[in-house]
């Protein structure tokens, strides 16, 4: 059963900070591998999608890099902002593109 | 519509009542995916449609949960004689297609938040 694990659970950061959210899974035979963002009370926003031939992927700011081998994911986000401020999630897809989802980092970036 | 939309935001029932949860995914998605997200945890898979077909039913946690999406479009998650366990965000999501294999992106609504008193 696959198993997925984010660390730390928990981060809190001054404003522009650099920092790296970690994602490791248990089964490499995945498809692909998203992370989400959820701000309190909604849905999820996808931020970036990385498929199993890829390394890595980024947008703005975000940068994610995908190891299928070691079972890790990693999300760097540079010159972090309050906006950030949010719960990121890592999910990992194989089969009917169903996921399965780790249980969150929670980021604080203070002002 | 621009997203995909949920109904209804919120929900509270008493203990032994029936719901029904619905998703309308964005207009032209094949794909469509249930998840259950219980307080401080992330979602968790319950079902998935392609089209009006049900092809993974293995996550729904008994048999008092059902799932429908008679034509292919909008899909209802019901609960039958609800259960305080049960109190969790309900998330939907939808995808393009299954092509060959390829991923595609799953876009998520903003959830119902139900809750069983």
């Known amino acids: 059963k696959q198993e997925v694990t984010q660390i730390p659970a928990a981060l809190s950061v001054p404003e522009g900070e650099n920092l790296v959210l970690n994602c490791s899974f248990t089964d490499s035979a995945i498809y692909n591998l998203q992370w989400f963002r959820q701000d309190p009370g909604k849905g999820l926003t996808s931020l970036l999608l990385i498929q199993s031939s890829q390394r890595e992927q980024t947008s703005g700011r975000l940068n994610a890099s995908l190891d299928k081998s070691s079972g890790r994911s990693t999300l760097y986000i540079a010159a972090s902002q309050p906006g950030d401020s949010a719960t990121y999630l890592c999910?990992?897809?194989?089969?009917?593109?169903?996921?399965?989802f780790g249980t969150g980092t929670r980021l604080l970036v203070s002002p | 519509g621009a997203g995909v939309s949920q109904s209804p935001r919120y929900k509270v029932a008493k203990r032994g009542q029936d719901v029904a949860l619905r998703c309308d995914p964005i207009s032209g998605h094949v794909s469509l995916f249930w998840y259950q997200q219980a307080l401080g945890q992330g979602p968790e898979f319950l079902t998935y449609?392609?089209?009006?077909?049900?092809?993974?039913k293995s996550g729904l946690p008994s048999d008092r949960f059902f799932a429908e999406r008679p034509e292919g479009s909008v899909s209802t998650l019901k609960i039958q004689r609800t259960q305080q366990e049960d109190s969790a965000v309900y998330l939907c999501a939808s995808s393009l297609a299954l092509r060959f294999g390829v991923y595609n992106e799953q876009f998520f609504g903003p959830g119902t938040r139900l809750t069983v008193l």
């Open positions: 999910a990992v897809g194989r089969g009917f593109q169903k996921l399965v």
């Open positions: 449609f392609q089209n009006e077909a049900q092809l993974d």
